[in-house]
Each structure stands twice: as structure tokens, then as C-alpha cells.
């Protein structure tokens, strides 16, 4: 079956670097792949999403690249602030049911 | 504003009760999904739903049971057969359920057993 896993449960930088994330996958490549913000007690919300034949999708401060040689999405956030503390998702979309979402990776920003 | 709304937004069951969650959406969506979170696991999905009137079990449906009468309302069920069902229950729906849809999500149940 297909997984999917977020290498880090936590990850603490501080104000104004960069953050990076990673998702891997095992088996089948994803047409598309979408990453999601979520607040503690709150729905996620959707952030971006990229396509298997495309390298890299860019949105304000938020950059996702897709490898499917190395079965691998990193989702960048440069010049990070406190406010972008929040619990980011991963989800394969493989087209045919419902998204696989990956089990998250809660960043924090210190000022 | 169109949106999805979930309620209750904390709910308590006792044992050997059923409950039932709401879910409705405005926004003219034609799939729509339950998913359960649960802390460090992710959301792992229960049912889902393309169409009204059709709906398909997701890996963890045992225990728990939906409707899909009307294009704008997905509830759901919380059985007694589910003997762990404290956990935070997010509905979310979709344009449609092919490649490039994203989901829209609720904020979310929080069921806990008393």
C-alpha cells in the first residue's frame, strides 16, 4: 500500500531563516502532491499543490519542490516569522480516492 | 461566505451510545470526506463521498456510518461498535474527486467518551 511520512515530527528555528520540511513516499508516484497548514483545533487549510512533471511551485515566501526520482517533496518557507507556527501536511494525491496525508510536521518560529 | 461547517464543535459520548456529527457545506461541492485525527497519527480517512446518495468506506470505517441525502449535508455516525472513539473528526469537501482537487476542511468535532 502506498505511505507516506513526514521526516520530522518538530522542527524549531529561528525568526527569519529558512524552513524546510520533507515528505517521502513509498511505491507508486502521486500525480500531484498538496501540502496543508493546520492550527492547533482548527481544519487544515490548503497551501499549495504541485504536479509530478513539475520541479518546483512557488507562492509568496512558500516554495515546494517534487523529486520523483528520490520519491521526495521538500516545502520551503523563507524568511520564516512566529506566525507561520502551525502543524504543515503532506497529502498524495494518487487520483482515484481520497487524499493520503502524511502524519505532519509542527514548526515553530522563535522571535 | 461560502464554507463548511461542522457541528458540534465538542461533543461527549457514554457507553453504548451512538452520536452523530454534523456536516454542511455551501460551497456546491460535489465529494465530500470524513477524516479522523488523532495525536501523532495523521488523519486517517473514514468514508467518503462523490456523489449524493453514494459513498465508499476509507481505511477506517468499521464502526462508524454516514448519509448522503442531500448534496450539501455528509453526517456522520459514531456506533457503539467504535470502542475507541475519542479523537478529533474533520469533515472536509471537494470540487469533485479527480486529480488537482483540493479539500476545503471544517474546523472540526472533538468527540470524547465520558
Known amino acids: 500500500s502506498q505511505k507516506i511520512e513526514q521526516n520530522s515530527e518538530a522542527l524549531n528555528i529561528q525568526e527569519g531563516k529558512t524552513a524546510t520540511l520533507t515528505c517521502n513516499y513509498t511505491?507508486?508516484?502521486?500525480?500531484?502532491l498538496q501540502w496543508y497548514r493546520q492550527d492547533p483545533g482548527r481544519g487544515p487549510v490548503f497551501l499549495l499543490l504541485?504536479?509530478?512533471?513539475?520541479k518546483e511551485k512557488r507562492k509568496e515566501r512558500l516554495k515546494v519542490t517534487f523529486d520523483t526520482t528520490l520519491k521526495q517533496s521538500l516545502f520551503h518557507i523563507t524568511a520564516s516569522q512566529p506566525a507561520d507556527s502551525a502543524t504543515y501536511l503532506c497529502?498524495?494525491?494518487?487520483?482515484?480516492?481520497?487524499?493520503?496525508f502524511g502524519k505532519g510536521t509542527t514548526l515553530s518560529v522563535s522571535s | 461566505d461560502g464554507g463548511i461547517t461542522q457541528s458540534p464543535k465538542y461533543l461527549f459520548r457514554k457507553e453504548g451510545q451512538n452520536v452523530t456529527l454534523s456536516c454542511e457545506q455551501n460551497?456546491?461541492?460535489?465529494?465530500m470526506y470524513w477524516y479522523r485525527q488523532d495525536p501523532g497519527q495523521g488523519l486517517r480517512l473514514i468514508y467518503y463521498s462523490q456523489i449524493v446518495n453514494d459513498f465508499q468506506k476509507g481505511d477506517i470505517a468499521e464502526g462508524y456510518s454516514v448519509s448522503r441525502e442531500k448534496k450539501e449535508s455528509f453526517p456522520l455516525t459514531v456506533t457503539s461498535a467504535q470502542k475507541n472513539p475519542t479523537a478529533f473528526y474533520l469533515c472536509?469537501?471537494?470540487?469533485?474527486?479527480?486529480?488537482?482537487?483540493?479539500?476545503?476542511f471544517g474546523s472540526g468535532t472533538q468527540l470524547s467518551v465520558l
Open positions: 472536509a469537501s471537494s470540487i469533485g474527486r479527480g486529480y488537482n482537487e483540493k479539500l476545503f
Open positions: 497529502a498524495l494525491d494518487m487520483g482515484k480516492t481520497a487524499l493520503i
Open positions: 511505491n507508486y508516484s502521486p500525480a500531484y
Open positions: 504541485i504536479r509530478e512533471n513539475e
Open positions: 460551497l456546491n461541492h460535489d465529494a
